[in-house]
């Protein structure tokens, strides 16, 4: 097979789809697409780690016609000619890379045996493999890294919601989409975000204009305080811009939320974990940091007075404090909220 100039809508084809069908269909469906151009009987690719504690990686197609099967390839090194085929070789690292990569493309010995032009695809092909292989695992790692710090400000009880430059929302967190639903605060209007006191957002708006022109990676960002329609308490805000040189769909404002209201979601099992509680223990303690009082916990709990007093002292022998104060502040300044 020969690709000569004519054909580079044909290599960019291949590109394309070698790249797509191992973001969708993973390594067996991209290394077939290597496979087909060459007509070969069988591809077999390895993957070597950079991390050598990491075994290698090997991944087998043949093709539905070939007589070859799986064994054939069994301890068999990766320089190893098979008897009765052409074998093909074609190595590919990238230096800012991690991995090393080896193609291997055999073909019954009654074809022809490949080409320089056969060796040059197969060596676009596995760079283009290579380099998109790694793109995906990083792309993997950033979804879950930023799942993670989602999870974790959902816990603490924090919205965040992020702007383009013309004022859009690009991401609104779980938390950030709950408030926005209860319009106690803030609310969209036609896709835009806005509070619902007039005097509030005029304000608001201001700080987000402020922040489009501001985004030092050092700045500490402008707060504000929201007024809620169903409550006395307020509603804390916190606009930052985000460093970057921001295009229009690009991120450029972050907002932080947190309902005055809102407490962590502290499970009695990793405080009775954390803090060498009883279970008995972790309860009350678990309410006590919600905010209610000694005698509201022994109601909710359905316990005496006293049995809650007498649970309440030895939490503080345990932890070395004296008065419930000290006690939220502990549990909410520990690992349990995370």
Same mark, same amino acid.
């Given at each position: 097979?020969?690709?000569?100039?004519?054909?580079?809508?044909?290599?960019?084809?291949?590109?394309?789809?070698?790249?797509?069908?191992?973001?969708?269909?993973?390594?067996?469906?991209?290394?077939?697409?290597?496979?087909?151009?060459?007509?070969?009987?069988?591809?077999?690719?390895?993957?070597?780690?950079?991390?050598?504690?990491?075994?290698?990686?090997?991944?087998?197609?043949?093709?539905?016609?070939?007589?070859?099967?799986?064994?054939?390839?069994?301890?068999?090194?990766?320089?190893? %000619? *098979?008897?009765?085929? !052409? =074998?093909?070789?074609?190595?590919? +690292? &990238?230096?800012?890379?991690?991995?090393?990569?080896? @193609? %291997? *493309?055999?073909?019954? !010995? =009654?074809?022809?045996?490949?080409? +320089? &032009?056969?060796?040059?695809?197969?060596?676009?092909? @596995?760079?283009?493999?290579?380099?998109?292989?790694?793109?995906?695992?990083?792309?993997?790692?950033?979804?879950?890294?930023?799942?993670?710090?989602?999870?974790?400000?959902?816990?603490?009880?924090?919205?965040?919601?992020?702007?383009?430059?013309?004022?859009?929302?690009?991401?609104?967190?779980?938390?950030?989409?709950?408030?926005?639903?209860?319009?106690?605060?803030?609310?969209?209007?036609?896709?835009?975000?806005?509070?619902?006191?007039?005097?509030?957002?005029?304000?608001?708006?201001?700080?987000?204009?402020?922040?489009?022109?501001?985004?030092?990676?050092?700045?500490?960002?402008?707060?504000?305080?929201?007024?809620?329609?169903?409550?006395?308490?307020?509603?804390?805000?916190?606009?930052?811009?985000?460093?970057?040189?921001?295009?229009?769909?690009?991120?450029?404002?972050?907002?932080?939320?947190?309902?005055?209201?809102?407490?962590?979601?502290?499970?009695?099992?990793?405080?009775?974990?954390?803090?060498?509680?009883?279970?008995?223990?972790?309860?009350?303690?678990?309410?006590?940091?919600?905010?209610?009082?000694?005698?509201?916990?022994?109601?909710?709990?359905?316990?005496?007075?006293?049995?809650?007093?007498?649970?309440?002292?030895?939490?503080?022998?345990?932890?070395?404090?004296?008065?419930?104060?000290?006690?939220?502040?502990?549990?909410?300044?520990?690992?349990?909220?995370?």
């Amino acid at each position: 097979m020969t690709f000569h100039t004519r054909s580079m809508t044909e290599l960019g084809r291949l590109f394309i789809e070698l790249t797509d069908q191992l973001s969708k269909a993973g390594v067996s469906a991209a290394l077939e697409t290597i496979r087909t151009p060459f007509d070969a009987d069988a591809a077999l690719l390895s993957i070597e780690y950079r991390d050598r504690t990491k075994p290698a990686q090997s991944e087998l197609v043949l093709s539905a016609e070939t007589e070859l099967t799986p064994e054939a390839f069994k301890g068999i090194p990766a320089v190893t %000619r *098979l008897r009765g085929y !052409e =074998t093909m070789m074609v190595t590919f +690292q &990238d230096p800012q890379g991690a991995n090393r990569y080896i @193609l %291997r *493309l055999c073909r019954h !010995e =009654t074809t022809p045996p490949f080409d +320089q &032009d056969e060796v040059a695809l197969a060596e676009l092909l @596995l760079s283009q493999f290579g380099r998109s292989f790694e793109a995906n695992v990083r792309h993997a790692s950033l979804n879950v890294e930023r799942a993670l710090y989602s999870d974790l400000l959902d816990r603490l009880q924090i919205g965040v919601i992020v702007l383009d430059r013309t004022g859009q929302l690009l991401t609104v967190s779980e938390q950030a989409r709950a408030m926005l639903a209860c319009r106690d605060g803030l609310q969209l209007v036609n896709g835009r975000l806005c509070t619902l006191n007039a005097a509030e957002d005029k304000r608001f708006q201001a700080i987000i204009r402020d922040a489009l022109t501001d985004r030092d990676a050092h700045a500490a960002g402008r707060g504000l305080s929201l007024t809620k329609p169903s409550s006395m308490r307020k509603m804390g805000v916190i606009v930052r811009g985000i460093p970057g040189a921001a295009t229009e769909g690009q991120p450029a404002v972050s907002i932080y939320v947190r309902d005055a209201e809102s407490s962590p979601d502290v499970e009695a099992e990793l405080m009775r974990q954390i803090f060498d509680l009883t279970p008995a223990e972790a309860a009350v303690a678990r309410r006590l940091t919600d905010g209610l009082s000694l005698e509201d916990t022994a109601a909710a709990l359905d316990i005496s007075r006293n049995t809650a007093r007498a649970h309440l002292r030895s939490i503080f022998s345990k932890s070395g404090i004296k008065r419930q104060t000290e006690l939220v502040r502990l549990v909410l300044n520990s690992a349990v909220v995370l």
